[in-house]
Nanobody, 126 residues
Framework: QVQLVESGGGLVQAGGSLRLSCAASGRTFSSYRMGWFRQAPGKEREFVATIARSGGSTDYADSVKGRFTISRDNAKNTVYLEMNSLKPEDTAVYYC???????????????????WGQGTQVTVSS
């Protein structure tokens, strides 16, 4: 089992940057593929980015491609989401999620992730 704690959210102007972090408990972090998801007010939670266990594969939602970068440091049990050129429509609660797997496959499907953090608020002002 793994516990996830996000940090790094806040208020930023459009065009600005933020880096979110998600710290995981336990000694088997490298056994989990990780994902970032977000939920805006009045909307369903949606996929943002995912990264394989080793960090060798990543994928992004079309809405964030070229602006967001997901990465991980398995030695620090942490996954990151670097967000640049932020837009007001990026305003949401951002969640990290973990799924234990034996493979290097990545997934955008929320149902595949067993563990979720509490979320961190990102607000982008225009």
């Amino acid at each position: 089992q793994v516990q996830l704690v996000e940090s790094g959210g806040g208020l930023v102007q459009a065009g600005g940057s933020l880096r979110l972090s998600c710290a995981a408990s336990g000694r088997t972090f490298s056994s989990y593929r990780m994902g970032w998801f977000r939920q805006a007010p009045g909307k369903e939670r949606e996929f943002v980015a995912t990264i394989a266990r080793s960090g060798g594969s990543t994928d992004y939602a079309d809405s964030v491609k070229g602006r967001f970068t997901i990465s991980r440091d398995n030695a620090k049990n942490t996954v990151y989401l670097e967000m640049n050129s932020l837009k007001p429509e990026d305003t949401a609660v951002y969640y990290c999620a973990a799924d234990r797997t034996w493979t290097e496959f990545i997934t955008k499907e929320q149902a595949h992730y067993d563990y979720w953090g509490q979320g961190t608020q990102v607000t982008v002002s225009s």
